[in-house]
T-cell receptor, first 116, second 112 residues
Framework: NAGVMQNPRHLVRRRGQEARLRCSPM?????VYWYRQLPEEGLKFMVY????????ESGMPKERFSAEFPKEGPSILRIQQVVRGDSAAYFC??????????????FGPGTRLTVL | DAKTTQPTSMDCAEGRAANLPCNHS???????VYWYRQIHSQGPQYIIH???NNETNEMASLIITEDRKSSTLILPHATLRDTAVYYC?????????????FGAGTRLTVKP
């Protein structure tokens, strides 16, 4: 039973380039969450998606960041025109389809983005 | 806002029980207590969660006080591999938002 998959595990980009981070949830999970962890800091929630819908994007920066979870394929977190401050670990989590109270989020291994 | 208070750091001797406290004095009746840990720079690992009753699984035990204002995570026989940052989170799950908020956690160091 494969866990949450993220790729790439490490991504290096130059300032101004685009970064695309992918997340495949656990089998049977249709809720996906993205978090960012800056060096030496805790995890900060960014966005919560269900298939083809953004449910809660209260933690997303207003510019340059976007997320999607299409009907087919992985969830994508896209960062346009990256800056050095975007360097961080980005974690994806997923939870089961029901969304009922007590639902547990399971995390992937993360993508470490380095902006040169 | 994490809504929880945890000690910044703790040490524990290998083989002994590690007891990690968490205060959540403003917890509501429908909020769960969750525990996760993060080993070095890996993804957070789910440990256990509970609402009112004490819970136990293969990793740990969760003791919640009767008034639910605090809880303790117990690792019965700590090993060196349990060295990690432990996060206590209170949340109510709905279909409309994600209220999982990580605070600073407790950095547990298990020493030989």
């Amino acid at each position: 039973n494969a866990g949450v998959m993220q790729n790439p595990r490490h991504l290096v980009r130059r300032r101004g380039q685009e970064a695309r981070l992918r997340c495949s949830p656990m089998k049977g999970h249709s809720h996906v969450y993205w978090y960012r962890q800056l060096p030496e800091e805790g995890l900060k929630f960014m966005v919560y998606l269900q298939k083809e819908n953004i449910i809660d994007e209260s933690g997303m920066p207003k510019e340059r960041f976007s997320a999607e979870f299409p009907k087919e394929g992985p969830s994508i977190l896209r960062i346009q025109q990256v800056v050095r401050g975007d360097s961080a670990a980005y974690f994806c989590a997923s939870s089961p389809i029901s969304g009922r109270a007590g639902d547990t989020q399971y995390f992937g291994p993360g993508t470490r983005l380095t902006v040169l | 806002d994490a809504k929880t208070t945890q000690p910044t750091s703790m040490d524990c001797a290998e083989g002994r029980a590690a007891n990690l406290p968490c205060n959540h004095s403003t917890i509501s009746g429908n909020e769960y207590v969750y525990w996760y840990r993060q080993i070095h720079s890996q993804g957070p690992q789910y440990i256990i969660h509970g609402l009112k009753n004490n819970e136990t699984n293969e990793m740990a035990s969760l003791i919640i006080t009767e008034d639910r204002k605090s809880s303790t995570l117990i690792l019965p026989h700590a090993t060196l591999r349990d060295t990690a940052v432990y996060y206590c989170i209170v949340r109510v799950t709905t279909n409309n938002n994600n209220d999982m908020r990580f605070g600073a956690g407790t950095r547990l160091t298990v020493k030989p």
